[in-house]
């Protein structure tokens, strides 16, 4: 069992920025690709980013690459997601999830524990 908590969500004004937390526990995740999705109200859960076991491989949506980071840190059993820029429509609930193989994905089937989200609120 992996039991993940999500911190560092706010309300922020556009341009700002926001540093995402997810913490492990329970288990290792050292070996074990990690991602970040979203949810905003009305609408379904969707990628944001992704990192392999080592943090050597990210990958991110479209929407959000060259304005968010995603990165972890296995000693801390910990993977973050820099935010800058912020915009509006980043407004969601930021969800970390974790996958018991080496790579990370862009799919929320293929994620088998996740957190219980962190509200994120951006304004005009």
């Known amino acids: 069992q992996v039991q993940l908590v999500e911190s560092g969500g706010g309300l922020v004004q556009a341009g700002g920025s926001l540093r995402l937390a997810c913490a492990a526990s329970g288990r290792t995740v050292s070996n074990y690709g990690m991602g970040w999705f979203r949810q905003a109200p009305g609408k379904e859960r969707e990628f944001v980013a992704a990192?392999?076991?080592?943090?050597?491989?990210?990958n991110y949506a479209d929407f959000v690459k060259g304005r968010f980071t995603i990165s972890r840190d296995n000693a801390k059993s910990t993977v973050y997601l820099q935010m800058n820029s912020l915009k509006p429509e980043d407004t969601a609930v930021y969800y970390c999830a974790v996958r018991l193989v080496l790579s990370g994905s862009y799919y929320i089937s293929d994620y088998g524990y996740w957190g219980q989200g962190t509200q994120v609120t951006v304004s005009s």
């Open positions: 990192i392999n076991w080592s943090g050597s491989r990210v």
